[in-house]
C-alpha cells in the first residue's frame, strides 16, 4: 500500500490579507499618532528625541538614531538616541561625513537604504553595538537634506519593507515638523536680536540727545550710567578720566555696591596708573576682560594689584576723545554667577565710543557756554552775561524790597593813546590787569563785566544806600589812579564812572534802561573833567546829549524810509549754489554819509525802537521778494533779522502771515533769523509765534550761535530748521579738521537735531572748504560776495 504524502498546509489568503492589513492600521495609527504628539513640540532636540523614543517603540526596533546635517561642517552629528543607541556624546559614533558608513551614503544619494546583511555591504562602519541588519532613511525637505534616520538590528533580515514605507512617512512628518521648528527658533533669535539690537540704538540715541542737554555732570554721569546697566549688568560702574598734561587720573563716577564712594574731585598718580587693571586698559588702549581666578596669573604678568574689594569679574573698556579727553568705562561683578562674556565686551567697547563722543560734546558745550559768556581777553562776563545777571537781580530785588540795585559803568580814560603808542599786545595786558585791580575793589557777590574796548560794568545787589556805592566808586577810582606796570611800561589812567540805582517801588525791570542810565551818567562824568564818578539824574541834559538826537534820526529815519535793504548771497557750500540772502539793513544819513548797525541798532533796543525798525525790514523784505518772484523764476529765500523785542510780542506773527498774504508771497521763501536771547526773553510767547510761523511755512533760523547762552536744549524745544555759526568762530577756524573742536560739535550736534548749520564770515576758499569737510551745509561772508543793493543782487538770479 503506497504511503500517502503529508498535506502542505498553505496560509489562508484571507488571513494573510487581514494581518496585513491590521499591520498597515497599526502603522497608519502609529504614523497619525506620531504627527498629532509632535504637533505640541517646538524645540528641536525636543522634537529628535520624541522621535527617536516613538520609532523604538511602535515599529518594535531595538534601536534609533537621529543625525542632523551641519551644511557649515558637512558633517552628521548624532543629536537623538533611543534603546541601544541612546549613548552619550563620547560613545558610539557621534558624528559622520558624507562619505562614512550606510548613514554617510544614505545621506550623499538622497534615498533609504534598507542592508539585510551587514557584512555583505562595503558601506556598514559598525556603531557602540555591532549589528546584522540597517536600515537608513534620509530625512529631506524638498530635496534638501535635514538628517537620517538610523535603525540597526542584529538579527539578519530583520527590517522589511513595511518598515521602511512606515519610516519614510515619520521621515517626512520629521522633515515638515524640523523645518518648522528650525524657523520658528531662528525667528526668534531674529526677534531676540532685534530686540537687543532696539535697545542698543534706543541707548546710543538717549546717550547722544541727553548729552546735549546736559545741565551738570553728576546728573549726566548718572543718567550714562542708567543707560549702560539696561544693556549689560552694571550696578558697579564707574569712568576714568585721565590728564595727560599733570599725568593725574580722577573718577569723577564712581558706584560701586562694595566700596565707598570716591570723592569726584579726588586724584590719583602715577602709581595707580602703572599697577591698576584701569591704568592698564589706559596704557594698552585694549578692552579687558578678567575675572577672580585670572587675575592672580595676570598680577604675576603684569605686577597688577587689585585697589579695593576682589570682584568675580571686571571688564573696562578704553575710549578717547580729543585730544584733551582720554578715558575708560568699567563694569565689575561681585556675584560669583554673574559673569561677563565676550559680547558683552564688545558691547562695552563699542558703547564707551559713545560715551566718548558724549563727553566731547558736554565739554564742548561747556566750553562753548562759557565762551559766549565771557570776554576771551580778560575772562570777565560779557554783555550777554551781564544783562543775566541785572535780570535775576531785578527778580530778588521784587522779593526783597528793601534793598537798592546798582549799575556802574566803566570808560577808561585815555586808553587808546596806550593802543596808539605802545600797540595792542600791551594795550590788552593793561586791560587784564585793569580787570584784575578792579575785581579787588569789590565784593564777592558783585558781578564785573568787560563790555568791549575799554568799557566795564559793575554789578551791585542788595545796596543799603548810595554810600555803599559811591564808596566803591571811589575806591575803583583811587585805585586806577596808581601807575600800573604792563610788559616794562609803567601806565598811569583813570576812569569815569556812571552810577545808576533802582529799587522796587521804583517799578525799573529792563536791564537795558539801567545800563542806558549808568551810561549816561558815565558821558556827565567825562564832561565834568574825567577820572569822576557822577550819579543819574533825570536832569543830565538828555535833551543835549548824543543819545537824544540819534532817538530823533531813528525816528526820522523810519518816518522818512531813509533806511534800506542790502542782500548778501547764502551759498550751499558742496556745489556753490544759491539757496537765499540775508536783509541786512543800511542807513544812508542825509548829513552824516552810511551809520553802521552796530552804531544805531543797541542804541534802538534800548529805546524800544527796535520794533519799529523790525517792521519796517520785513516790509521791505516781503515786498522784494514779490518783486523777485514776479521778474525771475528762480527761488531763493530771504532772511530777515529779528529782535526779541518784536518777536515778544503776542500779534506778531499774525501781523507778519498777514503782510505776507497781502503781498502774495509764498511764505516758505521767508525767513526770520532770531538770537538765543530772543527767544528766552519771552519763553511762551516765542513758542507760540514759532509754531503759528513755521506751521504757514516760514523757517526759522538761529543766529549767532555761540555768542548768546549756546544752550542745545532750546533747538530741540523750539524746532528751528537752521542754526547760524557766528562768524567769530570762523575767524579763527584753524586749518586742520581735529584742531576744530567747538565748530565740529555744533554742526555734529545740529545734524542730531535734524538742523541746517549756515556759516556766517567766511572770508576764504580755505575757510569755505574746510567747513564744507566739517559738514557745514551753507555759509556766507566777503569770500563770496559783500551785502549789495538789490538791483545788484539779481545778478544770482539770472
Sequence with gaps: MASQKPEIQTPDP????????????????????????????????????????????????????????????????????????????????????????????????????????????????????????????????????????????????????????????????????????????????????????????????????????????????????????????????????????????????FADTEDDEIDPNQAFGKDVLEHSLTGYVFRTNQALLIDKAQMLEFDRAHQIRIYGSVPECWLGGPFVGSDTIRGVVVVQSYMPHIHYSERDLELLTFVSQHISNALERVFSEKRLQHQALHDALTGLPNRSLLLDRIEQAFKRMQRFPANQLAVMYLDLDRFKAVNDSLGHPVGDAFLVEVGRLLKNCMRQSDTLARLGGDEFAVVLEDVGSVQDVTEVAQRI?????????????????????????????????????????????????????????????????????????????????????????????????????????????????????????????????????????????????????????????????????????AFSEPNFAAELLELIACAQVNPCWLAIEITERALIENIGQARTSLKELRAAGVKVLLDDFGTGYSSLSYLNEFKLDVLKIDRSFIASIKPKIQDNPVINTVIALAKTLDLQVVAEGIESQNQCELLKLLGCDAGQGYWFSRPVPAAEAIRWLS
Excluded at 520624541?50 to 551644511?71: E, R, S, T
Excluded at 542737554?213 to 549702560?228: P, T
Excluded at 516790509?619 to 525771475?632: D, E, H, S
Design 14 to 253: 484571507l488571513t494573510a490579507e487581514l494581518v496585513r492589513l491590521q499591520q498597515e492600521n497599526h502603522h497608519l495609527r502609529l504614523i497619525n499618532q506620531f504627527a498629532i504628539e509632535l504637533h505640541d513640540l517646538s524645540n528641536p532636540d525636543e522634537v529628535l528625541d520624541y522621535a527617536a523614543k516613538q520609532v523604538v517603540a511602535g515599529l518594535g526596533f531595538v534601536d534609533c538614531a537621529i543625525f542632523i546635517f551641519d551644511a557649515k561642517t558637512q558633517l552628521l552629528k548624532r543629536k537623538a538616541g533611543s534603546g541601544t543607541r541612546d549613548l552619550p556624546v563620547h560613545l558610539g559614533v557621534a558624528e559622520l561625513s558624507l562619505e562614512q558608513g550606510l548613514v554617510g551614503y544614505a545621506a550623499r544619494q538622497k534615498h533609504s537604504v534598507l542592508v539585510n546583511d551587514t557584512r555583505q555591504d562595503p558601506h556598514y562602519v559598525p556603531d557602540y553595538f555591532p549589528s546584522l541588519s540597517e536600515l537608513v532613511v534620509p530625512i529631506l525637505d524638498q530635496g534638501e537634506l535635514l538628517g537620517v534616520i538610523d535603525c540597526e538590528h542584529s538579527q539578519l533580515g530583520f527590517f522589511q519593507g513595511a518598515h521602511q514605507q512606515v519610516l519614510e512617512k515619520v521621515a517626512s512628518i520629521l522633515a515638515s515638523k524640523l523645518r518648522k521648528a528650525q524657523m520658528l527658533q531662528r525667528l526668534e533669535q531674529s526677534v531676540s536680536q532685534l530686540e537687543y539690537a532696539e535697545r542698543l540704538q534706543k541707548a546710543l540715541y538717549q546717550i547722544a540727545a541727553f548729552s546735549s542737554f546736559a545741565d551738570e555732570f553728576s546728573g549726566f554721569y548718572q543718567r550714562l550710567h542708567q543707560i549702560v546697566n539696561s544693556l549689560i549688568y552694571a550696578p558697579n560702574f564707574y569712568i576714568a578720566l585721565y590728564d595727560d598734561a599733570t599725568e593725574l587720573l580722577h573718577f569723577p563716577y
Design 477 to 645: 577810582c583811587d585805585s586806577l589812579q596808581q601807575p600800573i606796570l604792563v610788559a616794562g611800561h609803567l601806565l598811569q589812567s583813570s576812569c569815569s564812572i556812571g552810577i545808576a540805582l533802582t529799587n522796587a517801588r521804583e517799578g525799573l525791570t529792563g536791564a537795558g534802561e539801567l545800563i542806558r542810565r549808568a551810561d549816561i551818567a558815565m558821558y556827565q562824568a567825562k564832561q565834568d573833567g574825567r577820572g569822576l564818578f557822577r550819579l543819574y539824574q533825570d536832569h543830565m541834559g538828555r535833551q543835549d546829549s548824543e543819545e537824544f538826537q540819534l532817538d530823533q534820526d531813528i525816528k526820522t529815519a523810519l518816518a522818512q524810509q531813509q533806511f534800506e535793504l542790502h542782500y548778501q548771497p547764502i551759498f550751499a557750500l558742496d556745489h556753490l549754489t544759491l539757496q537765499g540772502f540775508e536783509a541786512l539793513i543800511r542807513w544812508p544819513h542825509p548829513q552824516k554819509g552810511w551809520v553802521a548797525p552796530d552804531q544805531f541798532i543797541p542804541f534802538a533796543e534800548q529805546q524800544g525802537l527796535i520794533s519799529r525798525i523790525d517792521r519796517y525790514v520785513l516790509q521791505k523784505a516781503v515786498a522784494q521778494l514779490r518783486a523777485w518772484q514776479v521778474g525771475w523764476p528762480a527761488h531763493c529765500y530771504i532772511s530777515v533779522n529779528v529782535s526779541g523785542s
